[in-house]
């Protein structure tokens, strides 16, 4: 097994109490893992009904005239959609209407495989009494995925319109973390074995000067 990083890695397809995607041919940097779990385990301590989303984020063609140093990319999309939500949450409120409270939380991982190009994998996690869903996927939508593409837009200093291809929601994108359910605690453990792909050690580009897998501090 050929070890890119100074982390520590597993094959072991078991860590801690959670089933992970671990193999001997697709190794998890175990840093990686733990930081997954501290971020679920924030939002889920925050907003006992979570609400996440797995989605892909992907560079254009000509991402090479785009700052990709220390992933700056990913704070600026952060911040956007942070900056979306609050004004929202404005926009509500002089309406009389009393919105949920909504931080957002986020694990991404930066990869390159047989692609041409970089790309990043994310979780982000809401208050799902605010968000549920992230609705029609399209421009005019006021809903979640248009304020992400807005986001990703924003980032790469891009059109909405040249960007919303970019966006990508997998299959299976949504999960629902809900403390007082009785299926609570099946449900974090499946989202954290879905998650646990953020962590392998395969197709991440070490070497490069830029970090690989960053996620929310607060």
């Known amino acids: ?36 779990e501290k ?7 925050e907003y006992k009904r979570s609400f996440a989303v797995r989605i892909d984020l992907r560079l254009p063609a000509y991402s090479n005239t785009i700052d990709l140093d220390n992933n700056k990319v990913c704070t600026r999309f952060a911040a956007s959609l942070e900056a979306q939500i609050k004004a929202d949450t404005k926009r509500k409120t002089r309406e009389d209407k009393t919105p949920h ?3 957002i939380r986020y694990i991404w991982a ?3 495989n ?7 994998h994310l979780v982000l996690f809401f ?16 809903n979640l995925f248009t304020r992400i593409v807005k986001a990703w837009a924003s980032a790469l200093s ?3 319109d040249e960007t919303m291809e970019l966006v990508h929601l997998p299959n299976n994108a949504h999960y629902y973390l809900d403390a007082n359910s009785s299926n609570f605690t099946q449900d974090f453990h499946a989202l ?9 050690l395969n197709t991440k580009q070490y070497g490069l000067g830029q970090r690989c897998f960053g996620y929310s501090q607060r």
């Open 1 to 36: 097994m050929n070890n890119q990083t100074q982390y520590s890695v597993t094959t072991n397809p078991t860590y801690k109490r959670y089933q992970t995607l671990a193999r001997d041919n697709q190794p998890l940097v175990t840093p990686y893992l733990d930081a997954i």
């Open 39 to 45: 971020v679920m385990l924030t939002a889920c301590a």
């Open 101 to 103: 409270p909504c931080k």
């Open 110 to 112: 930066r990869e390159q």
């Open 114 to 120: 047989i692609a041409q190009h970089q790309h990043y």
């Open 127 to 142: 208050n799902k009494d605010r968000y549920h869903c992230t609705g029609k996927i399209n421009a005019e939508s006021d």
């Open 158 to 160: 891009l059109p909405i």
């Open 192 to 200: 954290y074995y879905r998650l646990s792909y953020l962590a392998k």
